[in-house]
Structures are given as C-alpha cells and as structure tokens.
C-alpha cells in the first residue's frame, strides 16, 4: 500500500538561498584558483635588463678556503651582493649568510675586481660551497636573488 502525504507540504531551500549558497561557492573556489597560481608564479627580478637567472651564468668569481680564511675574488663584471656559504660535513649541511659568519663583506657588496678574506670557522667540514646572490629590481623594489646549482663554487677541505 503506498501512502501519500495529503496534508503536508514538503519544502525545500528557496531560490534565494540557493543562488546565494552558489555565488558563495564560485567565489571561493576562484580564491583557491587565484591562491593556487600568484604560488607557483615568480616575479621577475631583472639586472641590466635581463631576467636575473639568465646574469647567473654570467657570474664570474673564485673562492678559496685555506687555513681558515675564506677568500672570493670577482673577477667578473657582475657585481655579487652578498654570499651565500653551504657547510657540508659528511652527509649534512648548513647554509650561512657570509654577513653571519663575518662582519667585514662590503656593504654594497663584491664589485669588479673586488677582493673579499676574512676568517671564517667552518669547523671540520668536509667542503664549503659559495654560492653568490644578486640583488636586481622588479615592480615591488630591489630584490634579491640566490645563484644556487651550477653557479656555486665548491671547495673540497
């Protein structure tokens, strides 16, 4: 026997509701999208008119470590801002800021030609790698930028 709800009324959400509760969902979901990729776009950093990964390749430096001094020539036309310096011992690593681990890098950075020693405690590291940052310019201001790969120098102790 089937039985029938004569007397009450089903209802459901209105259309006013409906429609708000999706609007609600649309925008949150382009929030997500938008969130999603400003994440996975850079901005671009430039130096001399070139995207600041490209000028990498054109850094031309060498470093040396020897009896505790530290040791970075530019021997390029790219000035190098600051330094980054990888501490490997065995199978870990820490990287340092040149500025952390001495208070005589140039304030403006490495110019052409310049010449950068100091003392540096590396303790009983295996090698120590110098990786060079730029500082370039992009829509917010001056950034920095981190040569890392390929561009290090590695200096095996």
Not at 82 to 103: A, M, R, W
Not at 110 to 117: C, K, R, V, Y
């Amino acid at each position: 026997m089937v039985k029938k709800n004569f007397g009450k009324k089903n209802r459901g959400l209105s259309p006013t509701i409906t429609t708000l509760l999706l609007v609600i969902l649309v925008i949150i979901i382009i929030a997500i999208i938008f969130l999603w990729f400003r994440g996975m776009v850079q901005e671009g950093v430039t130096k001399f008119g070139k995207n600041i990964q490209l000028v990498c390749g054109d850094v031309d430096f060498d470093a040396s470590y020897s009896a505790g001094t530290l040791t970075i020539t530019n021997n390029g036309n790219i000035p190098i801002y600051l330094v980054n310096v990888k501490i490997t011992t065995g199978s870990s690593f820490v990287t340092k800021s040149i500025t952390d681990l001495s208070s005589n890098w140039p304030k403006n950075g490495l110019n052409q030609g310049g010449i950068f020693s100091d003392t540096i405690n590396v303790g009983n590291a295996d090698k120590v790698t110098v990786l060079p940052i730029l500082i370039g310019t992009s829509t917010g201001g001056k950034k920095t930028f981190i040569c890392e790969g390929q561009y290090g120098k590695e200096i095996t102790l």
